[in-house]
Structures are given as structure tokens and as C-alpha cells.
């Protein structure tokens, strides 16, 4: 009796992460975490966003992770969504600091080295903002059939992250996924993070993107997809920063500090205006304002702003 008890409690995060899952329009809860850009504007049933005002899915006038184009006499629009309005910050994030430790372990490069618990709260606030251009992308691109499915979160990582970051995160969430997909023997006797190789909870993710309204419907597979994806993108920003010279090194160790992590963050073109805390998305420039820009297959641009 004792086992069927663990079984079930084992495969909870199963039973609540069935494909489509996301509950009818009216049962969405106000959320703390909402993707919206201001809570006086109007929210929809099925989203709850103000994409809606374009009347368009194919409008980029309010995809302000790409390319702002909202049109100067849209003045309610500019109001909230101004390129110089700031992005929502997350009251819960779907991780612990415990969980960031441990997944920034697994990297074989970054076990060196000891993170202070100020540090890991300014990279998990930052990778917050990334999650939340990301999830917003998504939301976005999801409107038309009120579902989110890995299609989505791989098109929303794409426009959102530089090339090189976002090769990096889909690689991951293609592993994971696969790993998914391989432990059907399995399913019953563990859940879904451990079988997607994962240390963050695929539970958490679903469950944020179900109250942050990313859409009516939540495909598992967008969860593990968005899971993979932030806990590769914590690895990819500590990665840069440990390879920075700013980073001082005592034997070999790197020496992380507040003032040397900012520092090499501000100097790395392809992280610095993705962790912005401003709704419009700072593309391929650095905090000194120099462009840097990876156009494929190892050819870079440089120029200065």
C-alpha cells in the first residue's frame, strides 16, 4: 500500500502535465507573474495580453523582444509598451537557488570556483528577465491556435536570444526532450525532470507558464522545451562571464564577485542587452555600446555605435 502511495506521488507531476493541459479560459487565477505590460490595460480570457491590439498575428507593432514598430499615434500603446518601459519582474521564479547551484555543477567548467548567494541572486534575477522576453514571444505567437507547443517556445528562443545562445539552449532542449521521449519504460517510476536529464522541475515551469498566461493550452513538451532552455541559458551566462578577464583567477580557480560578474557581463555583447530590464530588446551591443554581431558560420561583424 505503502508503494502504490510513492508511485502516485512520484507521478503527480505526470497526471498534471497532460498534453494540452491548461484548464478552460474562465479558470485562469490572477497571477503576480503575468506577462502583461501594465494591469490597468484590458485582459483577455484566453491570454490575457495586449497583443490583441494589433488585431494581427502576423504584426510585429507590439513584439517589443524584436523589433519595435508601434506607430507614433498608437499613443495608449506607447504608454505601456514605450521602448523605455521596464519589463514585469517575477515575485516567484520557477527555480530555487538550490536547484541553480546544482544545475550550474553538471558543466564540467564551472565546478571550479565557489558562487557567493549574492551572485546567484543577481544571475537568477537576470536570467528572470530573459525568461520573461521569451515567455512574452511566446505568448505572442501562440494567439492563434490558444496553444503552446514546443514550436512555439523553439520559435520565441530564436528571435529573442543571439545565434549563438540559442543554438546553444535548443541543443539542450532537443537532448532533453529526447531523453524525455526514450524513458517510456520508466514513466510511472519517475518524473519528468529526472527523465529529461534536468535539474530544474518541468512541474514548475508548466505551472508558471499555466498562471503567467503564456496560453489557453500548454503542450508538455513546450514545459520541458522552456525548462531545458533556461537552466542551459544559466550555464551559457556563468560560462561567460568565468571566461572573462575581469574574473580574476587565483590558481587556476576563478574568483567571482558582485563588481567582477557585473563587469563582465556589461562587456559581453550577445548577454548584456538580452538581461536588460527594459521591455525593448538591446540587440548585439554592449554595455560600452559597442556592436558585436555573429552573423553564422563564425563570421562577426564589428563596428561601434
Known amino acids: ?28 487565477r490572477s497571477s503576480s507573474v503575468s506577462l502583461c505590460c501594465s494591469d490597468s490595460h484590458l485582459s483577455y480570457a484566453h491570454g490575457g495580453n495586449y497583443w490583441h ?32 518601459a521596464k519589463l514585469p519582474e517575477l515575485e516567484d521564479v520557477p527555480w530555487s537557488l ?50 503552446c507547443t ?3 517556445i523553439q ?36 518524473g519528468k525532470s529526472a527523465r529529461c536529464g534536468l535539474v530544474f522541475s518541468v512541474g514548475k515551469f508548466f505551472k508558471w507558464m499555466v498562471d503567467s498566461r503564456v496560453a489557453l493550452r500548454v503542450h508538455e513538451h513546450a514545459a520541458i522545451y522552456l525548462t531545458a532552455c533556461v537552466e542551459s541559458l544559466f550555464r551559457e551566462v556563468l560560462c561567460r562571464v568565468q571566461r572573462s578577464a575581469h574574473v580574476e583567477k587565483d590558481s587556476g580557480v576563478p574568483k567571482f564577485t558582485l563588481e567582477s560578474f557585473e563587469l563582465a557581463i556589461n562587456n559581453d555583447s550577445e548577454v548584456w542587452g538580452l538581461l536588460q530590464p527594459y521591455q525593448h530588446l538591446i540587440c548585439g551591443k554592449n554595455a560600452n555600446g559597442k556592436i558585436r554581431l555573429k552573423m553564422g558560420h563564425g563570421v562577426f561583424l564589428w563596428c561601434h555605435a
Not at 106 to 115: H, M, P, S, W
Request: proline residues 1%.
Open 155 to 190: 520559435s520565441a528562443i530564436r528571435m529573442v536570444l543571439s545565434w549563438t545562445v540559442s543554438v546553444n539552449c535548443i541543443t539542450a532542449a532537443l537532448g532533453a526532450l529526447s531523453l524525455y521521449n526514450m524513458s517510456t519504460g520508466d514513466k510511472f517510476s519517475r
Open 53 to 84: 491590439l494589433t488585431e494581427s498575428m502576423h504584426s510585429r507593432h507590439n513584439s517589443l523582444d524584436t523589433v519595435n514598430t508601434v506607430l507614433a499615434e498608437d499613443t495608449e500603446v506607447l504608454e505601456c509598451c514605450g521602448p523605455c
Open 98 to 147: 538550490g536547484e541553480v547551484e546544482c544545475a550550474l555543477r553538471k558543466e564540467q567548467e564551472l565546478c571550479a570556483g565557489k558562487l557567493s548567494r549574492e551572485v546567484l541572486d543577481k544571475l537568477s534575477a537576470l536570467v528572470s528577465r530573459a525568461l520573461v522576453r521569451v515567455a512574452r514571444e511566446a505568448q505572442r505567437l501562440s494567439l492563434r491556435y490558444a496553444k
Open 1 to 28: 500500500m505503502a508503494g502504490k502511495g510513492k508511485t502516485a506521488a512520484r507521478t503527480l507531476e505526470d497526471l498534471t502535465l497532460d498534453s494540452g493541459y491548461g484548464g478552460a479560459a474562465d479558470s485562469f
Open 150 to 152: 514546443k514550436q512555439e
